[in-house]
């Protein structure tokens, strides 16, 4: 007799979901039986059993507000915002434009769909929110000023959001992935670049995103009934040395 799905019966939303981490933390959450749906800018690649589609610009705050509305009628009971962009650029040569869509897509959006789905959460006093952030949550470097503003900010509020709702069974938390392997990464980098970066994780490999989407699924699942108001850093030991 095979096991119990661990989320069947329960419903997850995920932004960014139509490529890399997010298609497959998607992935990952409908192979273990919750309904999912997912947001993005462009269709899914291909359709996936139990999962929805739906074109959200979270760059656009009136299109993040209109769907935020939307989400206040729905019942989640995991929210996975891993929706993000950047631009690297030095200090004094970022534009004002792009430090204005980095914080309105990693963290006001993610502000704005946390508020949504907390009153469904707690009516049924269990809920899972798991905030993609990234090694420069905890880390920074040159050029990354913006990006990394906007993710140790997401780490803050997650913490505090944490802190707030673990009373009602609501479980929140950050995971910070370091490079993963993913086409934009490849495209980013070059396989010459990927070669020069590797050989500075002490595990000598790029991430995978299955590994990224197991350890949210843990984080979101029935398994998981202590762990809030975390930043997990999951790569390869990078930051640690």
């Not at 789905?117 to 809920?127: A, F, I, K």
């Not at 910070?176 to 000598?204: C, H, Q, W, Y």
Request: net charge neutral; proline share 5%.
């Amino acid at each position: 007799m095979s096991a119990p799905s661990p989320l069947a019966g329960k419903s997850a939303l995920v932004t960014g979901g139509t490529r890399g981490i997010g298609r497959a933390i998607a992935e990952r959450l409908a192979a273990d039986g919750a309904k999912v749906c997912i947001t993005g800018v462009s269709p899914a690649r291909g359709p996936v059993a139990g999962m929805d589609y739906r074109r959200v610009d979270l760059s656009d705050r009136a299109a993040t507000d209109a769907f935020a509305a939307e989400l206040a009628g729905a019942d989640f009971d995991i929210l996975v915002n891993n929706a993000g962009i950047n631009t690297n650029n030095p200090f004094e040569a970022i534009k004002l434009s792009d430090y204005d869509s980095i914080l309105e897509v990693n963290l006001r959006s993610v502000f704005r769909l946390c508020q949504a789905v907390l009153p469904g959460m707690r009516r049924h006093r269990w809920g899972r929110i798991v905030n993609i952030a990234s090694i420069f949550s905890v880390i920074s470097k040159e050029h990354r000023a913006t990006y990394s503003a906007s993710k140790f900010g997401l780490d803050g509020l997650t913490t505090g959001l944490a802190a707030e709702v673990a009373p009602d069974g609501i479980l929140a938390n950050c995971v910070s992935p370091g490079f993963i392997e993913t086409d934009l990464t490849r495209k980013n980098l070059g396989e010459a670049g990927i070669r020069e970066l590797t050989a500075r994780v002490p595990m000598r490999r790029l991430g995978q995103p299955s590994e990224v989407a197991a350890l949210v699924a843990w984080l979101a699942g029935p398994e998981n009934t202590f762990v809030s108001g975390q930043n997990i850093v999951i790569d390869g030991g990078f930051t640690r040395v």
